[in-house]
């Protein structure tokens, strides 16, 4: 590629072919003023305040959209230029109202800035009547469209970025504006409140609702969202020690100057009313406030107690798949070597484990192979078991990218239709629980035609032999039979997937809280090596990770059967390392997992917990249970932000610090830990977790030589070779071909492809499930993510405007269904299982097939693990929580039996 | 041509029928939406999600399309055009005179429907027939030299009141 070299502002600089004329001058250092122009959308030209003279042919050129050429001799201050831009300023300005001093957007708003640099004031220009405000009731945006100048970044962020479609304009002239069909409030569109758009306006006419603080703040901080497990970079504006903003970071690897609803919105809980700000003690049946002294001298007298009463193995500690690495680190060394127990589990154990060990068994590591960006470059993506758009909106805005950009063929399975349907090339609906029959139906036709990689399979894999004679059983016919998808579809989507190009599969907790879960991931593993899709860009298995730092968590060793970096127990070297740098013994035995240590409670030989960051009662199965086992123990210490259901049944409550509060580092789905940055102080008495647990090792008089996170994150690049590079945060990731395998700030092992050389074909039989309710629980229920809340809805149920947008659970019914029972639209029902019941709102949907619900998993008030009860798979001792048999009953307004009888 | 307020069942299988043919082709917005019109005399909002799907478009960008050009039309219009020219030629020779009895005769304004769908009244910029002003041109007839009798000729019989 040769350089163009053009004379910018007298300076001769050169560029590559393409380059626009605003690029080169970014990189040039010269500064061309803009309102249209965003480095994440494709440029348009509309604003024209970027206009340039080329002074050989005397034309004012929009340098946004103009690419260079030899030759040019740009002038970017010319009188020309400076007049033309005045008068744009001022034709805009006509139409703008005069409420500068009473407009939120204040010092923040482009057009003002620009105005007055070019000391524009009073205007000679008539005026132009213009647009009224927008009257709707969500919580989230304000329209106030007589502010706006048609840049369209709206309507480019929602059609380019989040592929939603939600709005464009309409009409023109005087009276175009950006409109949703029928010019509907953006509650009755397609909009999802991502608050994208807002970020991107560069005038007052989208700004948030509900504002907490109007104008501009002092501090801005760059931090990782504390939701799902995307880890998107939010920037969080700060004033007066309270967090008023939160807008996508300028530099954001995963979500490209988007958000979600959450990202945007979600951050008042910080504020919460309900925090936590001092320990508290229980005595004589009450929790009462005490001083942290008080408390966690009684903390440590209980757990010396219990430790020398019943053994290192009577305590166990149950860390957070949402608190930072170093946190979880602190947690499991403290666990060892202060404990003296494996008995450390963490939330994710939820939803994770079948993805840790089906793809540490088949492809020797527990994590997504590939980075988001990558997923863009996919000519075929297949999303089995998984919602992106609720779950990881990160990762749905860039499968919608790529099926709009690329043309890439989506490939969609899941029996309830999601916001991705519409972009799928092919949708199939198998039944619940038939995965292994389906993927491995696929996998079977590719075999049989022939069209996988033979060349990979013979030179990276393992036991393909066994495997392919295994799969003979799974023909298009018995899969149809088993799965209910047509046979037809069975072939198309196999030639799909082994068609040219690379191929990429998404999947999530569909796939992973199955009784089958590990036999369904290593399924989809040895799919993805079949054709050959792993190792490079563009294709690979991206294992959607729940929350924030599931990955961190698991990968810090805030497991019971690993130690960090997924060093196993057995591994005597590893121990005596390990030992060694903490000047103890590491227990042999492998502990007990989260819904163990439930079931040891229950039976006694479980006397103590430490739980940081968990809410067992609301997110565990059975939740009346739980609270039984919990209550039954000798001594529960829970560090959390709120008065959880859990630590309501503490002896001891330590107020701890939310992700605004403190440093430390996520680590999201791709495996790429980010940076998280204090931005304000810890309410009240609240620490971070991680002195928390520091003090605590103080006081039963262990303790651990850090004062920092560093010291901490020092150890963790030391200690975990996975981690190695962990500081290297500020490295872009256009380094990243060049190390392969060292990925940094993330770690990727893949220096070619597997880190023991090969992959590892085996063969997973499928498991019919086990046949459903019966007469007495006719209908499946499925559980599954929402957009606008969180989890178990801890945190996101105390953010006040999502509560308000979305206050209540509800169960949706299909349609027909619903006419069949006899429900109709908002009334009010219970759903019952064998293991409990649960009251919520009935909606009817045209989404779902008959003879299936599906109730959102957030609201606290309707806890849907109520459902579940407590059986685990074998491999991975998880829960299944994502589908039971159920019915429906009706219910009056207070969740009570109506006097007519159930239907 | 133009068809009355209600579409038919017939009317909506051939226009389901039309956009079919367009299948996943954006481009093809522009053209469906002038064939949707040529049957129907207008474009239906309520087919507007309809016929995004069919071409893989959002509504809302639908919408953009269609309320950008004048000669799309997302109202019924009635059976005769009524087109009064306000050019110059037509202005100097009392064309805002005829333009006012028309309207008087019809009972609508500028840009509107008459309730029985028979006609619509607009004006245009020049028809080019300046010799003949004032002129009207209903569908696709001329009327040159118009003045107050003729006026009431060509509606006189169908007037409302």
């Known amino acids: ?903 | 041509m133009a068809k009355t307020q209600k579409i038919t069942r017939a009317e909506l299988k051939k226009v389901e029928h039309i956009i079919k043919e367009y299948g996943k082709e954006r481009w093809g917005l522009i053209p469906c939406l002038q064939d949707v019109q040529e049957l129907l005399g207008y474009i239906p909002p309520e087919l507007i999600p309809h016929i995004a799907e069919v071409l893989g478009l959002s509504p809302s960008h639908v919408q953009g399309v269609i309320t950008f050009y004048e000669q799309l039309y997302t109202k019924p219009r009635g059976k005769n055009i009524v087109r009064v020219c306000r050019g110059t030629a037509c202005h100097v020779r009392g064309g805002k005179t005829i333009l006012n009895l028309v309207k008087q005769h019809l009972d609508i304004e500028e840009g509107e429907t008459s309730p029985d769908f028979e006609f619509t009244l607009e004006t245009v910029a020049c028809i080019g027939v300046c010799a003949l002003a004032p002129n009207i041109v209903i569908n696709k007839e001329t009327h040159g030299h118009m003045n107050p009798k003729k006026v009431a000729m060509l509606f006189g019989g169908k007037d409302e009141k």
Request: with cysteine; charged share 25%.
């Open chain 1, 1 to 903: 590629m040769e350089a163009i070299t053009i004379t910018l502002d007298k300076v001769e600089v050169s560029g590559y072919p393409g380059m626009t004329i605003l690029e080169l001058a970014q990189e040039s250092g010269v500064t061309i003023p803009t309102l249209c122009n965003d480095p994440h959308l494709a440029p348009s030209g509309a604003c024209r305040i970027c206009l340039v003279e080329e002074e050989n042919s005397g034309a004012l050129l929009a340098s946004c959209v103009t690419p260079i050429r030899p030759g040019m001799v740009i002038n970017t201050r010319s009188p020309r230029v400076i007049e033309r831009r005045k008068v744009i300023l001022q034709f805009m300005l006509a139409s703008h109202p005069d409420s500068c001093l009473v407009c939120d957007k204040g010092n923040r708003c482009e057009l003002r800035k620009l105005a007055s640099e070019m000391g524009i004031g009073l205007l000679e220009f008539h005026r132009i009547p213009q647009h009224h405000v927008i009257q709707e009731v969500n919580p989230f945006i304000e329209r106030d469209l007589s502010k706006c100048i048609l840049c369209a970044k709206c309507i480019r962020a929602d059609q380019e970025l989040v592929v939603e479609g939600a709005i464009d304009y309409i009409e023109r002239g005087f009276i175009s504006k950006p409109a949703t069909l029928n010019n509907m409030p953006l509650e009755n569109s397609e909009c999802t409140f991502c608050g994208t758009c807002i970020a991107l306006c560069p005038t007052g006419a989208l700004t948030e609702k509900e504002k907490t603080y109007h104008g501009t703040t002092t501090a801005t901080v760059d931090t990782i969202c504390p939701f799902c497990g995307c880890g998107c970079s939010i920037s969080l504006e700060v004033k007066d020690n309270r967090l008023v903003r939160s807008k996508p970071a300028k530099e954001s690897p995963v979500n490209y100057g988007t958000l979600c609803a959450r990202g945007s919105y979600g951050y008042d809980f910080v504020h919460s009313p309900e925090r936590l700000t001092s320990p508290m003690v229980r005595e004589e049946g009450e929790l009462r406030e005490a001083s942290w002294e008080e408390a966690l001298t009684r903390a440590a007298s209980e757990i010396k107690r219990i430790k020398e009463e019943y053994g290192p193995d009577s305590l166990a500690v149950l860390g957070s798949s949402k608190c930072t690495n170093e946190e979880n680190y602190l947690l499991q060394r403290f666990a060892r070597s202060v404990l003296g127990t494996n008995n450390i589990d963490n939330g994710s154990r939820l939803y994770n484990a079948a993805s840790r060990v089906g793809l540490g068994s088949s492809v020797g590591f527990p994590c997504s192979t590939n980075s988001l960006k990558e997923l863009e470059q996919s000519d075929m993506i297949m999303v089995i078991g998984a919602n992106p758009t609720a779950s990881a909106p990160a990762v749905g805005y860039a499968i919608k990218r790529a099926v709009r950009n690329k043309g890439t063929k989506l490939l969609l399975v899941d029996p309830r239709k999601t916001r991705l349907a519409s972009s799928a090339y092919l949708w199939m609906k198998p039944r619940i629980g038939t995965d292994v029959a389906l993927i491995n139906g696929l996998a079977k036709v590719i075999i049989d035609e022939k069209s996988y990689d033979e060349e990979f399979v013979a030179r990276k894999t393992d036991n393909f032999e066994e495997y392919a004679i295994d799969l003979r059983a799974y023909t298009a016919e018995y899969v149809e039979k088993m799965t209910g998808v047509p046979q037809e579809e069975i072939y198309l989507a196999a030639r799909i997937l082994a068609g040219n190009g690379h191929m990429s599969i998404v999947y999530g907790n569909g796939i992973t809280q199955n009784s089958t879960g590990t036999n369904n991931v290593i399924a989809l593993a040895n799919l993805a090596m079949l054709t050959g899709n792993i190792g490079f860009s563009g294709g690979g298995i991206y294992a959607l990770q729940r929350e924030n730092n599931a990955q961190g968590a698991c990968d810090m060793g805030s497991l019971p059967d690993f130690l960090p970096g997924y060093q196993s127990l057995d591994d005597s070297q590893a121990r005596k390392s390990y030992g060694d740098r903490w000047g103890s013994e590491i227990p042999e035995n492998a502990g007990l997992t989260a819904l163990e240590m439930i079931e040891k409670a229950e039976a006694g030989t479980l006397k103590g917990l430490y739980i940081m960051g968990e809410n067992p009662v609301l997110s565990f199965p059975n939740s009346s249970r739980v609270r039984n086992a919990l209550s039954s123990l000798e001594f529960i210490a829970v560090a959390d932000l709120f008065p959880t259901e859990t630590a309501k049944l503490a002896t001891v409550v330590l107020p701890a610090a939310s992700f605004a509060e403190k440093d430390g580092t996520f680590t999201n789905f791709e495996g790429r830990a980010q940076q998280v940055r204090k931005a304000i102080e810890p309410p009240g008495e609240s620490l971070p977790d991680w002195q928390i647990i520091l003090r605590l090792a103080e006081s039963l008089e262990r303790p651990m030589p850090y004062s920092s996170t560093q010291g901490v994150r020092d150890e963790i690049e030391e200690m975990i070779p996975l981690y190695h590079h962990l500081d290297e945060f500020d490295r872009d990731d256009s380094d990243l071909d060049d190390l392969r395998g060292e990925r940094l700030g993330a770690r990727r092992f893949y220096k070619g492809l597997f880190p023991s050389g090969f992959g590892r074909f085996s063969p997973v039989e499928y498991i019919p499930p086990e046949s459903t309710g019966g007469k007495q629980y006719p209908l499946t229920l499925l559980t599954g993510s929402v957009i606008h809340h969180f989890g178990s809805g801890t945190r996101s149920s105390r953010a006040s405007r999502l509560k308000k947008f979305s206050p209540q659970a509800w169960v949706e019914i299909n349609n027909k269904d619903a006419g069949k029972l006899g429900f109709s639209n908002g009334e009010n029902a219970r759903v019952v299982s064998p293991a409990g019941e649960v009251n919520a709102v009935i909606r009817t949907s045209e989404e779902l097939p008959p003879g299936m619900l599906f109730m959102p998993i957030s609201f606290p008030e309707s806890p849907v693990n109520e459902l579940f009860g407590v059986t685990t798979e074998g491999q991975t001792r998880t829960p299944s929580l994502k589908t039971c048999a159920v019915r429906l009953e009706r219910t009056d307004s207070n969740g009570q039996d109506p006097e007519n009888h159930q239907s």
